[in-house]
């Protein structure tokens, strides 16, 4: 009896304790400038799982012990922290994160951490900066300037997007270099799929065989920049390890907009844009001598009546009207949470018959079941249509852009009775726009759910399973008509018309399973385990028909003379697992150690797995005692190393087969390329360390990274002895080594309640190297030598451009210092930039709020083919100006004429910029001045509005090559380049 006696005192006592150690707290957390509550503020604990978050009004209810200390944190704002009393009631203001230290950032496929912990460079874009200034046409061209490290280039004008982006420099020669994209856990498909047009076009005629030379859009451009929440860029292998035979590119993360708790915010935003050329180039400063040395009496009888037409203003001195509508419905009530997004937007292009229209719908759900189970739901359907013209490389004069370098100004190519005369390029630039298609139209569906299940939540331990799963599912249709009426197939031996039809079904999907077990432990240790499994299924499948010799003016595949069909598939599965273990001792030193290991159905050992191992520490020095520096209020050095991969191209380990008519019969014989079943992944090693700082309570902060990235077993093919039936194969026969560093300067300039001025400079540079190469040095990336071309080389940049050159009038001295390889080319330049460098300014006062982003781009250079068509035509825009001949005696165009296919130096130019990327300036009405609406916002922004360049064309950037990072600087007659002015009206309800 006394024992249980005894026993109940005990227990009793501890129960006294613990009550008087527990204890009830509440309190309200708002915006330390507007006085507004916070919805959705999380609010922990420190060192353990128990929390809450704030309700509709801001207010928040937890049990804590007396003592303990509370952290409150929100997406966009600083974390607070209050230490428990004796009161019960804890009131926290929020002030904005300026330096992005407290924002969450994605460390893991389940797991995250605060920037202020973090061991390696990642770059966060939110939807303020990427959506906030200015409307943007597609999600890929709103990225430009916004992270340090990458080298992003447009494609070309054309409506609809379509851009090539390297992070951290060249990763591959052959390989595709552009990012693993994730959205809200989903993988992504990115492709840009041929449209078939070369049978017209006969671009992969004229010196280099790719028939990716059609301007199509990749596809990252269908994502609605609207829905997105934030992005994050994992730029190398030390943050993108994790992400393993998938990363050698980087890993760009998307997270879409989410409904947060409290009542149904209604927003509707409507924006009407117009769209001009950047610039013109103009017409030739034409004489009635010059005009009549090519075109006779008539030219010069033009000259001297001013009847010259200017068919480039006829085709893009247009001013378009745009129009983007935008509808978004978010909320929360008791356990559910929801976010609709509607966006419609239509915007023509400058050519006629070009524009882009898209729809997109997104519904994203979250329901809590329990204090255990959570699903996540995210849904997006998308529908598209791409109008894009038909430009760049054309070896029939039959693009427009080819066709009007050698369009004359006094010729009449006005159709007469609805017929087109031929013109003398070859064919009628203006008949080409009227009457041919060349159109992409999109559906897609992206959908993805995560379920987070807790297994075990104690005070001080958590243990929670998530499973994720993701669909990428889209059918594309390609079209492109070029009627039998056209001028050029005029002839009984020419194609007498062609249609093409293709469609691609793309279907991707992902699952994968994650156990996470948090540990917090009482002397400021924590441990956050993750450790998982994922299978990945990708299969595209492209089907290509191509009909020639139509019927009249039909243009059915079935009314023709010639059919053909091109099948490409490619199925592809991976497997894996992945461990990551994250230490953390009092936010003062934090450390992870990971490693993925992959295998792909792509490897030419589809059951090899492959390792990518990671590590990184952070050190918080001024979380120690002895910092005693107040002015530094912030200092962590940090590095971090990690690998990745790039996974082999599909037909690399098959011996591909040519149908041939044997005996009569249909059979097959070996093609020239043997697969190798012992090709494997290029590999990326990256050791990267940097410091960041915080200084005067961190109202300006600085970072400096430095980065050493390889990349081993990079593919190339090779040749084989012909003994062997093949002529080459593809192998891991080289190494590459980028080096560089990115710098930043975050600063609060101005904090007061009525102006708020927030700046943010980025400077980065990198440089390649190819440090082994296992075949000879070869050329590629361009048309030929003679017009300029990249040059892979041992010891030398990945990036050179080079090109023959004329040793007539040059000593022997003079043609070893041109040429001291002695291999019969010259070094001209290098596509890689001197250095890039961008400035973000946000200014509010009062009610009006004005933001601007620079951005500059100093050397890099590229090789502009479209300006040496017009010199070979004659009509170029400054023909007549001199300055480029040594000689000082022929005109500019007459001196790059005269070196064309011997001398590529004149085309090689520096494709350096300054450009106003975005601006906007709004003002936000009084509240209240019609109840039935929270917010009025009108403003108005713009894109591209000032350019500033040496470049002698449209614009800088633009690539023949479409997303061919390798091959991203030739320049052939693209669709010139666009300038946006925006109208805003944005309500919110």
Do not use: C
């Not at 620079?854 to 017009?870: E, R």
Request: hydrophobic share 35%; proline share 3%.
């Amino acid at each position: 009896m006394k024992k249980v006696y005894s026993a109940l005192t005990v227990m009793l006592m501890l129960s006294v304790s613990v009550a008087f150690a527990q204890k009830t707290v509440s309190g309200t957390v708002t915006d330390g400038s507007s006085g507004e509550p916070l919805v959705g503020v999380n609010v922990i604990v420190k060192g353990s799982a128990n929390g809450a978050l704030t309700d509709l009004d801001g207010n928040y209810r937890l049990e804590a012990t007396e003592g303990s200390i509370l952290m409150f944190s929100f997406v966009g704002y600083g974390t607070s922290e209050a230490t428990v009393g004796t009161a019960s009631t804890i009131d926290i203001s929020l002030t904005e994160d300026v330096t992005s230290l407290d924002e969450v950032v994605v460390t893991g496929l389940a797991t995250s951490v605060k920037r202020s912990n973090l061991a390696s460079s990642v770059a966060t874009v939110n939807a303020k900066t990427l959506t906030g200034i200015t409307n943007q046409s597609n999600m890929d061209g709103a990225l430009y300037g916004k992270f340090k490290g990458a080298d992003i280039r447009s494609n070309s004008g054309a409506p609809g997007g379509g851009i090539s982006m390297r992070l951290r420099g060249v990763t591959s020669i052959f390989g595709d270099q552009q990012p693993l994209f994730i959205v809200d856990g989903v993988y992504v498909d990115n492709s840009t799929v041929s449209m078939g047009n070369n049978i017209v076009s006969e671009a992969a005629g004229g010196g280099n065989p790719s028939t990716n030379q059609d301007d199509a859009t990749n596809r990252i451009a269908d994502i609605d920049p609207e829905d997105i929440e934030n992005i994050e860029i994992l730029k190398g292998a030390s943050a993108a390890a994790i992400y393993g035979s998938r990363a050698a590119g980087g890993v760009v993360i998307i997270t879409t907009k989410r409904g947060k708790a409290g009542k149904t915010v209604v927003s509707l935003n409507q924006t009407v844009g117009l769209r001009q050329a950047t610039q013109l180039l103009g017409l030739r400063d034409w004489t009635p001598a010059t005009a009549g040395a090519i075109g006779g009496q008539a030219a010069a009888d033009a000259v001297t009546n001013g009847t010259l037409r200017d068919y480039e203003d006829e085709i893009f001195g247009n001013t378009r009207v745009s129009n983007t509508t935008r509808l978004s419905i978010s909320g929360g009530q008791g356990n559910t949470d929801y976010f609709a997004g509607i966006t419609y937007k239509n915007e023509p292009g400058l050519v006629d018959n070009t524009g882009y229209e898209k729809g997109s719908f997104r519904l994203n759900i979250g329901q809590k079941f329990n204090d255990w189970l959570d699903i996540y739901l995210t849904n997006n359907y998308i529908n598209s249509t791409s109008d894009r013209g038909f430009f760049n490389n054309g070896n029939q004069n039959r693009t427009v852009g080819y066709a009007l370098a050698f369009t004359y100004p006094w010729e009449d190519l006005s159709p007469v009775n609805g017929a087109y005369p031929a013109g003398g390029a070859g064919s009628n630039a203006l008949e080409t726009i009227a009457i041919t298609t060349n159109r992409e139209e999109v559906n897609r569906y992206i959908g993805g759910a995560t379920a987070n299940i807790k297994l075990l939540t104690q005070k001080n331990n958590q243990l929670k399973l998530v499973l994720q799963g993701g669909l990428d599912q889209y059918t594309l249709r390609t079209t492109s008509i070029f009627p039998q009426s056209l001028s050029y197939f005029s002839s009984p031996t020419s194609l007498r018309g062609a249609s093409i039809s293709g469609t691609t079904v793309n279907t991707n999907y992902n699952l994968t399973s994650t156990l996470v077990h948090s540990l917090y432990m009482d002397n400021g240790l924590s441990f956050t385990t993750q450790a998982g499994a994922f299978v990945q299924d990708f299969d595209r499948n492209t089907v290509i028909t191509t009909s020639t010799g139509l019927n009249g003016s039909q243009t059915n595949l079935g009314q023709s003379t010639n059919v053909g069909t091109q099948q490409i598939i490619r199925p592809q599965q991976d497997k894996g697992f992945f461990v990551q273990e994250e230490i953390n001792f009092d936010d003062k030193i934090i450390g992870t150690v990971g490693i993925r290991g992959d295998k792909s159905t792509n490897n030419g050992d589809a059951n090899a797995m492959y390792y990518y191992p990671k590590a990184s520490l952070a050190v918080n020095l001024h979380e120690f005692d002895f910092w005693a520096v107040d002015a530094i209020s912030n200092i962590k050095p940090r590095v971090a190393y990690g690998e990745s991969g790039r996974f082999a191209n599909f037909n690399d380990r098959f011996t591909l087969m040519n149908p041939q008519l044997i005996g009569g019969v249909s059979g097959l014989s070996p093609a020239n390329l043997e697969g190798n079943t012992a090709v494997g992944p290029e590999r990326q090693k990256e050791l990267e360390f940097g410091v960041d700082m915080g200084f005067l309570n961190n109202r300006f902060a600085l970072d400096a990274t430095f980065y050493n990235k390889k990349m081993e077993d990079v593919l190339l093919q090779v040749n084989i002895p012909t003994s062997s039936g093949f002529t080459n194969r593809v192998d891991n026969a080289a190494e590459l080594e980028n080096k560089g560093i990115e710098l930043g300067l975050d600063a609060a300039i101005i904090q007061s309640s009525e102006l708020n001025w927030n700046a943010s400079l980025k400077w980065w540079r990198n440089r390649s190297k190819v440090t082994k190469l296992d075949v000879p040095a070869f050329n590629t990336g361009g048309f030929a030598a003679s017009l300029g071309t990249m040059r892979i080389q041992e010891g030398k940049s990945a990036t050179q451009i080079v090109g023959t050159y004329v040793t007539a009038g040059k000593t022997p001295e003079e043609i070893s210092e041109l040429d001291p390889d002695g291999d019969g080319f010259a070094v001209y330049g290098d596509a890689e930039a001197d250095f890039q460098m961008s400035l973000f300014n946000q200014i509010s006062w009062k009610n009006f709020d004005f933001t601007f982003l620079l951005h500059w781009k100093q050397g890099g250079d590229a090789i502009n083919l479209t300006t040496l068509l017009y010199d070979l035509a004659g009509t170029t825009w400054d023909f007549d100006d001199v300055g480029l001949d040594p000689e000082g005696v022929l005109t500019n165009g007459a001196y790059r004429s005269s070196q064309a296919f011997a001398n590529p130096d004149p085309v090689i130019e520096d494709a350096g910029y300054f450009r106003l990327r975005e601006v906007g300036v709004f003002y936000t009405l009084p509240k209240n001045l019609i109840p039935q609406i929270n917010k009025i916002k009108v403003g108005f922004s713009g894109r591209n509005l000032i350019n500033i360049f040496d470049y002698n064309s449209y614009d800088p950037e633009s690539s023949n090559f479409g997303n061919n990072v390798l091959a991203n600087n030739v320049e052939v007659t693209p669709y010139p380049a666009s300038r946006f002015y925006n109208f805003h009206l944005n309500v919110t309800f």
